[in-house]
């Protein structure tokens, strides 16, 4: 094998390595309060809709072993 | 020689550059903290689930486990060389699915119910159809050269892959041949998630990075960096504008897409044991990450405050799941059984 195809392998690996930070540096970008706002309102309005967050009544919990009942 | 050296050079000098760019970029956009606009946010207090259903019947470590979209069953995996399949209203075992190589590391239910994926040190993806009078095996995708760490399905016919040689994959499951290679970690792959649309996955690797991908166009879209070493575990939050990951680092950490950077940590000084698995409540407030201290921790998401521990696996927790429907949480332990909270 010539000394020179290791080299060549590192320079393509280099292209590549430079290709990939030009795709992300072309990236635009939104402002962190921006996400940060969208986040949060993402959570507020679907807080109700998260039972692990409201509770779950023990008739409607279906991991709740049912204890039967006995009439006295 | 020498213009190859010279070449190298000007590539060094452009990959600098473009760091320094992306660098800069990211800061321009940091115009105030996640948590300290969630100081406006009223607290989720003290949350405390109990403990409902303790699963037995593995013999062995569990590796991983996942819900059926049916959000009633679940799938698990252990290394006693068995998938077995819960309806977890009952305790009940339905499906016991022996494994050709016990190694596993990953498991997964497809969408449609009808077919669990598992694979592991085999370096193999096996894909079950467990709606058969007894479970038969549909496929075995063998093409990685390293271990199976994570596999998803996208429908009965699609299913994405992560390994420890590097890579990622998209699979045909009707010829059993690989669509698009994903390549641009440079450590072993330890999970993936695919995002709500199904358009994006991310991976989370050995080298610390995640990293956004497009699932039709196999490009890497965007890379996170911040941890300083292994991600094991890597969610979407619900809305998809955000990503969780978990770590050998001992911490968790959000970073959110559209603004390319992290902007919470979840660290705690007391909880130095790392990182295994992860999932989001349904409204992505609650964080429920598994540690190796054998506890599931509870964060806030928005406020990046612990608010709650999952306590009673006697041994690691190596994977955590909430189903669609979010009723639950679901823990699995090396002490070889499944808890169900809520």
């Known amino acids: 094998m010539s000394s020179k195809a290791p080299s060549s392998n590192s320079v393509a690996h280099a292209r590549r390595i430079v290709q990939q930070l030009k795709v992300e540096a072309g990236f635009e970008r939104i402002k962190v309060s921006k996400a940060s706002a969208d986040l949060m309102t993402y959570c507020t309005e679907n807080a109700r809709n998260d039972p692990l967050l409201m509770g779950i009544q023990a008739s409607e919990n279906p991991f709740k072993d049912k204890k039967p009942c006995t009439i006295l | 020689m020498a213009a190859e050296k010279a070449e190298m050079d000007a590539l060094k000098k452009e990959c600098d550059a473009l760091r320094t760019q992306i660098e800069a970029a990211r800061k321009a956009a940091n115009d105030g903290s996640m948590s300290a606009a969630a100081g406006g946010v009223a607290s989720v207090g003290r949350v405390q689930l109990k403990l409902r259903k303790n699963l037995k019947g593995h013999l062995a ?149 995640a990293k956004l991908w497009d699932v039709r166009e196999g490009a890497c879209k965007q890379t996170f960096s911040g941890h300083t070493s292994d991600i094991n575990a890597i969610a979407f939050f619900p809305s998809g504008n955000a990503v969780i990951t978990g770590s050998d680092d001992c911490s968790c950490k959000m970073y959110d897409l559209r603004a390319d950077q992290e902007v919470l940590d979840y660290t705690d000084s007391s909880l130095n044991a790392g990182v295994t698995s992860l999932a989001l409540s349904n409204s992505g407030r609650l964080i429920f990450a598994g540690y190796d201290d054998f506890n599931c921790h509870i964060w806030d998401s928005l406020k990046g405050e612990k608010v709650g521990v999952l306590s009673g696996h006697d041994n690691r927790v190596s994977c955590t799941g909430v189903p669609e429907d979010g009723m639950g949480v679901c823990t699995g332990s090396w002490d070889s059984f499944l808890k169900l909270w809520n």
């Open chain 2, 61 to 209: 470590k569990i590796y991983a486990m996942h819900w059926s979209a049916d959000s009633r069953s679940m799938v698990s995996a252990s290394q006693d060389g068995k998938l077995l399949v819960w309806d977890t209203f009952t305790g009940n075992k339905l499906v016991a699915v022996p494994l050709k190589s016990a190694w596993v590391m990953s498991v997964d239910f497809a969408p449609s119910g009808n077919l669990v994926a598992s694979g592991g040190l085999d370096n193999i993806c096996t894909v079950y159809n467990i709606k058969a009078a007894s479970p038969k095996t549909l496929r075995e995708l063998d093409a990685h050269t390293g271990y199976l760490s994570c596999c998803r399905f996208l429908s009965d016919s699609e299913i994405l892959t992560a390994s420890g040689d590097t890579t990622c994959c998209l699979w045909d499951l009707e010829t059993g041949k690989q669509k698009i290679i994903f390549t641009n970690h440079i450590g072993d792959c330890m999970s993936l998630a695919l995002s709500p649309d199904m358009n994006y996955f991310i991976s989370g690797a050995c080298d610390s990075l």
